[in-house]
Nanobody, 120 residues
Framework: QVQLVESGDGLVQPGGSLRLSCKAS????????LGWYRQSGNRRVMVATV???????TGPSVGGRFTASQDNNDRHTVYLEGNNLIPEDTGVYYC??????????????WGQGTQVTVSS
């Protein structure tokens, strides 16, 4: 089992910046990927991810304005930084962990989500 706790900015002005953090605990040794997803209405999209080896990826729908990174001292804490935010970036941001189990299967764990609103 992995537990995820998100924290960070709630209200951001258009054109402003965002920084969220996610700390994983529990069976962190099984984590393959930590990432961020955004839900707006009934649509959830990948924003950015960080793999256990440090490799990063950004979702195609966010326009390259977001980056996920690991904490320098704790690779099970990841950050999401966004720049030049637009109202369409409003949504609930979820942290997700993908883990590998002993039998080779994979599991997904989600945080509770944190609301981000981009508005003046």
């Amino acid at each position: 089992q992995v537990q995820l706790v998100e924290s960070g900015d709630g209200l951001v002005q258009p054109g402003g910046s965002l920084r969220l953090s996610c700390k994983a605990s529990g069976n962190v040794g099984s984590i393959m990927i930590l990432g961020w997803y955004r839900q707006s209405g009934n649509r959830r999209v990948m924003v950015a991810t960080v793999a256990a080896n440090g490799g990063t990826d950004t979702g195609p729908s966010v326009g390259g304005r977001f980056t996920a990174s690991q904490d320098n001292n704790d690779r099970h804490t990841v950050y999401l930084e966004g720049n030049n935010l637009i109202p369409e970036d409003t949504g609930v941001y979820y942290c997700k962990a993908v883990t590998i189990n002993r039998d080779g299967t994979m599991s997904n764990y989600w945080g509770q989500g944190t609301q981000v609103t981009v508005s003046s």
